[in-house]
């Protein structure tokens, strides 16, 4: 398997109107209602406290989401696929660029969203109630297309990510079935979210996908940042303009994503079958001990549903480790083997994967 292509942009983004007035809302929710357009997700006994959402310009590459409250805050989100939005027409791999130019053609069709959905004073007809430059960028998906080649099983490299280590604060998230969680990772914490997932299959899940894109093997890898993270992450004020804080994000997504997979994959060696990574490890010269502990940590993340996270909670277990630097040796002890704990189903189609990272730094050289 490898890696034929790289593309890198922004996915999707979401501009955020806030402090907005209870009445105001209630306009955009009841024209988009005549619409029949308008999906309540979530409202409070009284139906005054209300989530909703639409998917009315999703064609264009725009969702909807409402937030109404008498008491609290009134704000619409347009979560936007610039692409998508750009070519008037759902694009369904391409990424977004944002250039100076492009971002300001962004500005203006969201000015056009906004009229269409009737955010205007009752008092000046056609007048915006919040301009597009005033909107807030309240979330960017930087992400990278990994076209790969036919021979190519997705389920197998996803199933890597499921089995990798967790850093702190995150959370994994699973998906509505058992076939969804198999094409598609996602762990989040508060404020950034990371998806590694199979875009063909979800094109094909969803009814959308190209005859041209049919049996192409494309695995997308995502990380959402929320404003609060990518404000602290691209040393961003919070009144830069939508193309200088794109443009940041866009410059350092190589460094974030890597980043994120080094955290993800702390052994760099190749992944084998459970059985031929447990025969390299005692053909080692490795002291015995470390064989033992390895060759616990590789069965451990085989079974364990939460992969390497209880695995080394276990190994600390039962191995009394409470010292950090005799987890790192054991790290450098697979690297030696060029060998990674998380190992291939004994039934993989492959004999062996090389480390993610080996793969995408290859590409990107």
């Not at 069709?109 to 269409?116: Q, Y």
């Amino acid at each position: 398997m490898q890696i034929q292509k790289i593309e890198r942009g922004v996915h999707t983004i979401e501009l955020y109107a806030c402090n907005l007035k209870y009445e105001q809302v209630q306009k955009v929710m009841d024209w988009l209602v005549e619409e029949k357009q308008l999906q309540i997700v979530r409202r409070d006994p009284f139906n005054i406290d209300r989530h909703a959402k639409s998917d009315f310009l999703i064609a264009s590459g725009v969702r909807i989401h409402i937030y109404q409250s008498h008491d609290k805050s009134n704000g619409l989100g347009l979560v936007i696929n610039p692409s998508s939005l750009l070519a008037g027409s759902y694009q369904p791999t391409q990424l977004f660029h944002p250039k100076k130019k492009a971002c300001g053609e962004v500005l203006l069709r969201t000015e056009e969203i906004l009229h269409e959905l009737r955010l205007e004073d009752n008092a000046r007809p056609r007048r915006l109630v919040v301009q597009p430059e005033e909107l807030s960028l309240s979330q960017m998906d930087l992400t990278m297309n990994l076209w790969l080649s036919d021979d190519a099983d997705l389920p197998e490299l996803i199933r890597l990510f499921k089995k990798a280590k967790l850093p702190p604060s995150f959370k994994r998230c699973k998906g509505k079935n058992r076939e969804i969680n198999r094409h598609c990772f996602v762990m989040n914490c508060d404020t950034v979210a990371f998806k590694a997932y199979d875009k063909i299959y979800e094109l094909q899940r969803d009814g959308r996908c190209p005859a041209k894109l049919a049996g192409k093997k494309l695995l997308r890898i995502e990380v959402s940042l929320k404003r609060e993270a990518f404000v602290k992450k691209l040393r961003l004020n919070r009144t830069d303009d939508l193309h200088t804080m794109l443009k940041a994000g866009y410059d350092a997504m190589e460094d974030i994503i890597l980043d994120y997979l080094h955290k993800l994959f702390p052994c760099t060696g190749r992944h084998l079958s459970f059985n031929e990574a447990i025969r390299c490890i005692q053909a080692s010269d490795l002291k015995e001990k470390q064989k033992e502990k390895m060759c616990f940590l590789v069965r451990k993340i085989s079974d364990g549903k939460n992969g390497w996270n209880s695995a080394l909670d276990e190994l600390r277990k039962e191995y009394s480790i409470r010292d950090d630097r005799t987890i790192q040796a054991l790290y450098q002890a697979f690297d030696s083997l060029n060998l990674n704990p998380i190992p291939l189903r004994n039934d993989s189609t492959f004999e062996s994967l090389p480390f993610i990272l080996d793969m995408i730094q290859r590409a990107i050289s």
